[in-house]
């Protein structure tokens, strides 16, 4: 009966925490989770962007892949203001691809990742996994510092001896960055692989109107040469 | 010309980040910081707590206290579940004080200090500035993962490397935990010391009704054990 009981615990399916923006990154991050054999619980936020629109794209994804569960957790960033993604600052439009890399742009909300992973780790502990999966990008990536590989390093650190879990070693916390070294173009041929529909994500900063990227902004611009580079059709829309 | 500009820029006041819940343990790390000079900004949370009631402590200190600014920041937690805290699990009365360093209570919020020190380092960049107080102790805790030094080390740690300030070394970031070797008791006397009113701050967790505390929970079992060992007389009414 005993080893029986350890089969049965063996069959159960790992379980992964994803991060879910909604975009392509993360929802390929989230198929990716899905191809490695995760149960995935799919975690979004409603922080007062100003692309809110994403949130609609996150519940699409999350249904069209078969979650387990989607937690869209609700949190004002706007009281403390700072980027041009929570407050009135023009997002920058045009911007030449060689200087996204280059110093960090006004669209940068202030410690977002950080804020981010934090509560995937409180959804973690109650799913009593430490598998955490956010589809961050050092190469492509837009000058944010907390998408390098040594900010992912230093909060698994502290992640191990932030949970009760964790320091009672019922989870080893693992946080997956199946992205991190990948080009734009690399993931857009990943997530054309995995089959993913890329007509539900959403990426651009500005929409100019429902179901519309404006084209122009760093995430539309970095977009479309990912897809250009792999040599995919982007089944989204653009204005410009 | 340039002298003069230099010595304006000296004399202004460093500023500091201070999570603020409205306890006692709060509100003397607040009195702390002003004492040593820094002008500060408090951080409360409003994350479906049922002793809710703490926010109108909170306040009151804040007010008393002279903040620059106090921002809420309101979350659900209970999204999450998880602690009897934020859901409807019974909050333990009467445990025996020895055994509240033992294990880890239900009382536990997961990854709270973590969601709440990521907010904390949020609004410092937005400040410019680098010194986040927490009243976190590590003697006569509840018995919570995310109140030790290892914890705050790792955060610091973390914190340096997720800003756009932080990266661009405009600010280092510290995390300040003045009481984190403290006994209930020593934080009673600098309290008292520092002229803190003990009748505007709220500890218990399972409050009976306004302006009350049980007298029965941790908190409140920790506070009056404080109390008692320092001879000072607390200003706030119990219900038993």
Redesign the interface.
């Known amino acids: 009966m005993k080893s029986l009981a350890v089969k049965k615990q063996h069959a159960e399916p790992k379980t992964a925490i994803v991060l879910l923006s909604g975009g392509l990154d993360s929802t390929t991050t989230l198929a990716l989770a899905q191809e490695a054999g995760f149960k995935c619980y799919a975690l979004s936020f409603d922080y007062g962007q100003r692309h809110r629109v994403e949130l609609h794209a996150a519940r699409r994804v999350a249904r069209k892949l078969g979650v387990a569960e989607h ?1 869209i ?5 706007c ?4 980027s041009a993604l929570t407050s009135g600052l023009p997002v920058p439009k045009d911007r030449p691809l060689g200087e996204m890399g280059r110093g ?1 742009p006004v669209t ?8 981010f ?3 995937a ?3 973690a ?2 799913k009593s996994c430490g598998d955490i999966f956010i589809g961050v990008n050092a190469l492509d990536y837009s000058g944010y ?2 998408c ?1 590989p ?2 992912i390093t ?2 698994e ?3 191990r ?4 879990a ?3 070693r019922k989870v080893r916390v693992r946080i997956h960055t199946p992205l991190i070294a990948l080009s734009k173009a690399q993931i857009v041929s990943t997530a054309a692989r995995l089959g993913v529909d890329f007509s539900l994500t959403h990426s651009c900063y500005d929409p100019p109107r429902r179901g519309w990227a404006c084209g122009r902004c760093d995430a539309c611009l970095l977009r479309r040469k990912g897809f250009a580079e792999a040599g995919v059709q982007d089944t989204i829309q653009y204005l410009e």
């Open positions: 937690v957790m609700k949190m004002d960033l009281v403390f203001g700072g960090i940068y909300v202030p410690a977002r990742n950080t804020i992973l934090a509560f780790l409180a959804f502990e109650v510092p907390d390098r040594e900010f230093a909060f650190r502290l992640a001896l932030a949970t009760q964790a320091v009672e």
